[in-house]
């Protein structure tokens, strides 16, 4: 409201119309006047009131129908009631449909400024609420953008120096000259690593994740993960095995988010387990829930951590060596599967190894079946 | 066909510039730069280059792709092979959302990702360099 609040009234009573605009036309608000519904209105859609005052009870429109459209017309007009019955039925009717207030007839001029200016609060708030909630939305989704290009050109201008430099005096460095300089750009290339994997937790909604949502099989969620994670357990001998009861209902899902979280799983049981030892990852139905779990024997997770492996930046202490990694793959994971309406649990035995559970609901047979997305007629790409 | 090449950089972060400068100079290349995407558009309308490598995150956002549709646009700077170095692959599917990671700005153009080794920067400049003349040479 940087100009003059615009105030509406909407009254059949020219009476209270013409005192109600003398009071407040005192050079600090715009008013204007509407005789019945429709034309307030009308008015409404032009004059971008902030504030309108409806009275109840009008020939035509009722003042009700009159809130109920202003709502569509913009719900972020701060409206109030005037009433001549002012039982208290009529009040919480008006406010259930949206009026912020309402105002008995006969009223006091006093009275009328007072809930002018309550109105008027009422309103810079919810528009103040707005714009903050825009700032934030867009904030985050240009975040990646601004970070990207604020944080990583720097660190390329660096590893571009490093990488140049490092072709630049081939064969005049010593050999411990140049291992430093690939150790600089080995750094380099972990930070970037890291801001990129701070900018999918930070930049990503994924509450948008559910719109992508199809039933999804079980079976070839966990091979496509386990695919994604074999190159490391062969280099590391880490043998997965895989038991999945059959048939597995389906789950609701997005695929691609549902692998990224048990690759996080998988990626650790494998990273943490000693080398020549196996992984089992197991599928079975419980009732209506699915649950999969990876087990491994690895080094096991203290009890004081086990509460917090979860947490945004929580890395455990208590581990054998320390491993390199951002301490966000497992809370992507936690938020990837409450997405999913499911969740993530962990056992762990400090030296025996750790067990992750992830519980899903499963899609019954009826719903995989009714649910439009899994009708061919209807999905055209499956 | 052995006359030194002449590539003209426009990125407007002179330490990058810095750092492939140094690769191409020391290849044999002739490089000149300029540090903004208005210096870049005059320097090519100037002289003609063999090539062009262009940033695209330059000033307030994506004032690269402006420097390709301006070029895109002009008879004679259309045949000009141009080699994009850009932050990451991300920003290029923010920009065109839904649209292939690989622009295909100008007839003859290459996407490398910051920061580039200088392997695949020297590949990737003498590639574009060939397939640019292939084409003068064979119009379609």
């Known amino acids: 409201m940087a100009t003059r609040p615009k105030i509406l009234i909407i009254d059949d009573e020219a009476v209270v119309a013409d005192s109600c605009s003398e009071i407040l036309g005192d050079g600090n608000h715009e008013v204007a006047a509407a005789s019945d519904g429709a034309q307030g209105l009308r008015m409404a859609q032009d004059f971008h009131p902030d504030l309108v005052f409806v009275d109840l009870k009008m020939p035509g429109m009722s003042g009700f129908a009159v809130l109920e459209k202003l709502r569509e017309i913009d719900p972020t007009i701060v409206a109030i009631v005037i009433t001549g019955f002012a039982t208290v039925n009529s009040a919480v009717d008006s406010m259930k449909q949206g009026a912020f207030d309402f105002l008995p007839k006969p009223f006091t001029p006093d009275e009328l400024r007072l809930i002018t200016r309550r109105g008027l609060e009422k309103r810079s708030l919810v528009l103040e609420t707005m714009a903050l909630r825009r700032e934030k939305e867009t904030l985050r989704e240009h975040f990646a953008a601004i970070v990207s290009h604020e944080l990583k050109s720097p660190l390329n201008a660096v590893q571009q120096n490093l990488f140049a430099l490092g072709a630049e005096l081939a064969g005049r460095l010593t050999d411990d000259q140049r291992s430093r300089l690939e150790r600089c750009s080995a750094r380099v290339n972990d930070l970037m690593k890291l801001i990129h994997t701070w900018l999918r937790v930070m930049s990503t909604d994924l509450d948008k994740v559910r719109e992508n949502f199809v039933p999804t099989a079980v079976s070839t969620w966990i091979a496509k993960a386990v695919e994604v994670v074999q190159p490391e357990a062969t280099r590391k001998e880490v043998d997965i095995h895989t038991d999945l009861q059959t048939p597995l209902a389906r789950i609701q899902g997005d695929e691609g988010t549902l692998v990224e979280a048990l690759v996080n799983i998988l990626g650790n049981a494998v990273k943490y387990s000693r080398v020549g030892k196996a992984v089992l990852v197991c599928a079975r139905q419980e009732g209506d829930q699915i649950v999969v779990s990876v087990a491994d024997k690895g080094v096991g997770i203290a009890k004081e951590d086990l509460p917090r492996i979860f947490e945004d930046f929580y890395r455990g202490k208590s581990g054998e060596a320390p491993q390199p990694g951002s301490g966000l793959g497992l809370a992507i994971t936690r938020r990837i599967v409450e997405v999913h309406d499911g969740s993530i649990s962990a056992e762990s035995e400090l030296g025996q190894g750790s067990t992750f559970v992830i519980r899903l609901p499963a899609l019954s047979q009826a719903q995989a079946e009714t649910d439009p997305l899994s009708l061919p007629q209807m999905g055209g790409m499956r | ?140």
């Open chain 2, 1 to 140: 066909m052995n006359s030194q090449k002449h590539l003209l950089i426009i990125d407007d972060d002179p330490d990058f510039v810095a750092g492939i400068r140094s690769i191409l100079e020391s290849a044999n290349y002739l490089v000149d730069v300029a540090y903004n995407p208005k210096d870049g558009f005059e320097a090519l309308q100037s002289k003609p280059y063999d090539m062009l490598l262009l940033d695209i995150m330059m000033g307030r956002g994506a004032e690269g792709v402006m420097v390709a549709r301006k070029m895109r646009k002009d008879p004679k700077l259309r045949e000009l092979p141009v080699l994009i170095i850009t932050g990451i692959r991300e920003q290029i599917a923010f920009l065109f959302p839904g649209g292939p990671v690989h622009p295909r700005f100008v007839e003859v153009d290459e996407l490398v990702e910051k920061p580039v080794e200088p392997k695949l920067l020297l590949e990737r400049v003498s590639a574009l360099l060939q397939s640019a003349q292939a084409k003068k040479a064979s119009p379609a």
